[in-house]
């Protein structure tokens, strides 16, 4: 093999210094492009530390409400339709007693997710606008876990209204009667 001439050499230092300079732009753009995803990553991590931060300040809170629940919200066998009849009956009575004209379109328990079991009336009702207000109050009683989950009121025969309605109540699943 022979020797390489000056301009040889000179060719193969300059190759090798403009291969050494790719390798090393390819490897900075990897550099940044990872020191940018940490970057990110960091600073997602912190605002998830942050918000853990605020709900352990607020834990007290929480455990009073929990406690509150484990107190005061009704327990349901899922076994029987006991409680899913007074509920449906409730509701019904309720809207009567208020002077309002009732109509059951569907109702039924739902699938029990996660820790509690929601029973639903979906309901026609029609009558005044005080009356409707007076039994949406009723309603909506803390204690009695029910809540209104849709609501539609249309303008009827004046001074009527006619209001679409879904009520829900919620319940600690408990089976055989057992709390």
Known sequence: MR????????????????????LNLAGLRVFLDRQKSL????????EQLDENNRVLAER????????WLDGNQPADDVSTTDDDAKFYEFVESSAK????????????????E????????????KGNMEALVKWLSELQQPK???AVK????????PPQIVCDIEVARWYRPVEGGQQ
Request: no cysteine; hydrophobic share 40%; net charge positive.
């Open 97 to 112: 007693r208020s002077g309002l004209e009732y109509t059951r379109k569907a109702g039924g328990p739902l699938p029990p």
């Open 144 to 146: 009695a876990f029910r």
């Open 60 to 67: 007290e809170l929480f455990e009073k409400r929990g406690a």
């Open 150 to 157: 849709q609501l539609t009121i249309k303008s009827g025969e």
């Open 114 to 125: 996660g820790p509690i079991v929601e029973i639903f009336d979906t309901s026609q009702v």
């Open 39 to 46: 970057r990110s990553s960091i600073a997602g991590l912190r």
């Open 3 to 22: 020797a390489l001439t000056p301009k040889e050499k000179k060719l193969l230092a300059v190759l090798a210094g403009v291969l050494f300079l790719l």
